[in-house]
């Protein structure tokens, strides 16, 4: 990763231009116009950002670099990133975190998201950038299609909420970007990006459909990123829709939960797997859907350790007795 001066990405015209456009996205997004955080991992799409940002807010950009321990390169890229930084007068410090089994690349974006709140909170910062782009967004709902996920599936990243399980804020000023112009940006500021060979690693979903998506010229990339803020939309409403039916319809006593249903069924799916959740259970969605049918029959039934009982236009949730051993009395 060479040594140049930040700053030098905006003597050229088009770098100018692609400066101001993102000058514009981040304004939009974070009117605040406070310190913020960056995370950047070292590849084409966080140096972009790193650049971007600190043209568009000089003085006012902190960076986390973190280190997963997945890859042997992981380190030395991560202090690559401090290199780079500390270079330059902007504030970096490098994360380093442990993840858990099962599926690793979900754990891997949680522990990262636990580490970026942490070093905000201990930085005084109110917000984080990610460098999540277009073809991410794009990738994602052919993903999640190819999968016939449901509404909360499709629905894209939103490009401001807040990280999980905090209060800080979440942004994504690159949505409207392409990888493309991303990686040309660095290319033009002579830096040169770390590369994850996971990215090339066919045994991913992701990599497959991010290489069939690059030989579709036909499909329109930002086309199918908007349609996924769309979708996100969508969700929120429901969200919302499926809040007011739990405060109107709901009524939470002493071992069980009573519910008079009255939204349509995507809304009534939300508020059962709510009320089973809330009983200890770790309810799935297809099940959920097949309970709520028996349901609407006037059929008693359970699931996942939850009893449902149907009493006129009342489905009353508890949690299942223990069962007795065999012997005891």
Same mark, same amino acid.
């Given at each position: 990763?060479?040594?140049?001066?930040?700053?030098?990405?905006?003597?050229?015209?088009?770098?100018?231009?692609?400066?101001a456009?993102?000058?514009? /996205?981040?304004?939009?997004?974070?009117?605040?116009?406070?310190?913020?955080?960056?995370?950047?991992?070292?590849?084409?799409?966080?140096?972009?950002?790193?650049?971007?940002?600190?043209?568009?807010?000089?003085?006012?950009?902190?960076v986390?670099?973190?280190?997963?321990?997945?890859?042997?390169?992981?380190?030395?890229?991560?202090?690559?990133?401090?290199?780079?930084?500390?270079?330059?007068?902007?504030?970096?410090q490098m994360?380093?975190?442990?993840?858990?089994?099962?599926?690793?690349?979900?754990?891997?974006?949680?522990?990262?998201?636990?580490?970026?709140?942490?070093?905000?909170?201990?930085?005084?910062?109110?917000?984080?950038?990610?460098?999540?782009?277009?073809?991410?967004?794009?990738?994602?709902?052919?993903?999640?299609?190819?999968?016939?996920?449901?509404?909360?599936?499709?629905?894209?990243?939103?490009?401001?909420?807040?990280?999980?399980?905090?209060?800080?804020?979440?942004?994504?000023?690159?949505?409207?970007?392409?990888?493309?112009?991303?990686?040309?940006?660095?290319?033009?500021?002579?830096?040169?990006?770390?590369?994850?060979?996971?990215?090339?690693?066919?045994?991913?979903?992701?990599?497959?459909?991010?290489?069939a998506?690059?030989?579709?010229?036909?499909l329109?990339?930002?086309?199918?990123?908007?349609?996924?803020?769309?979708?996100?939309?969508?969700?929120?409403?429901?969200?919302?829709?499926?809040?007011?039916?739990?405060?109107?319809?709901?009524?939470?006593?002493?071992?069980?939960?009573?519910?008079?249903?009255?939204?349509?069924q995507?809304?009534?799916?939300?508020?059962?797997?709510?009320?089973?959740?809330?009983?200890?259970?770790?309810?799935?969605?297809?099940?959920?859907?097949?309970?709520?049918?028996?349901?609407?029959?006037?059929?008693?039934?359970?699931?996942?350790?939850?009893i449902?009982?149907? /009493?006129?236009?009342?489905?009353?949730?508890?949690?299942?007795?223990?069962?007795k051993?065999?012997?005891?009395?």
């Amino acid at each position: 990763m060479n040594q140049i001066a930040l700053k030098s990405t905006a003597t050229s015209r088009p770098a100018h231009r692609l400066i101001a456009r993102f000058s514009g /996205d981040l304004a939009r997004l974070w009117p605040e116009g406070e310190r913020l955080g960056l995370a950047v991992s070292g590849g084409p799409d966080s140096l972009a950002l790193l650049l971007l940002a600190e043209a568009a807010m000089p003085g006012k950009v902190e960076v986390a670099t973190v280190d997963h321990g997945l890859r042997p390169e992981s380190a030395s890229e991560a202090a690559r990133v401090l290199e780079l930084c500390a270079g330059h007068g902007i504030p970096c410090q490098m994360l380093e975190v442990k993840v858990g089994g099962g599926n690793l690349q979900e754990q891997a974006r949680l522990a990262r998201y636990r580490a970026l709140g942490e070093w905000l909170r201990r930085r005084g910062l109110h917000a984080l950038a990610t460098a999540h782009h277009a073809d991410d967004q794009a990738e994602t709902l052919i993903m999640r299609l190819n999968r016939a996920s449901g509404v909360p599936g499709l629905a894209g990243v939103r490009e401001r909420t807040n990280i999980p399980g905090t209060e800080f804020v979440l942004l994504r000023p690159l949505l409207s970007w392409r990888r493309q112009e991303l990686l040309d940006f660095v290319g033009e500021a002579g830096l040169l990006p770390a590369h994850d060979p996971s990215n090339n690693d066919e045994r991913f979903d992701r990599v497959r459909i991010r290489k069939a998506l690059a030989g579709a010229d036909w499909l329109d990339i930002p086309a199918l990123a908007q349609s996924a803020a769309h979708i996100a939309e969508a969700e929120a409403v429901l969200q919302w829709t499926a809040q007011r039916e739990w405060g109107e319809r709901v009524e939470v006593g002493e071992g069980e939960i009573r519910y008079r249903p009255l939204a349509p069924q995507a809304i009534r799916l939300r508020v059962v797997m709510r009320a089973i959740a809330l009983l200890g259970g770790d309810p799935r969605g297809g099940s959920v859907a097949k309970l709520m049918m028996r349901l609407a029959r006037g059929k008693d039934s359970n699931l996942a350790g939850v009893i449902v009982r149907v /009493d006129g236009e009342t489905w009353t949730f508890r949690k299942e007795p223990p069962r007795k051993l065999q012997g005891e009395n």
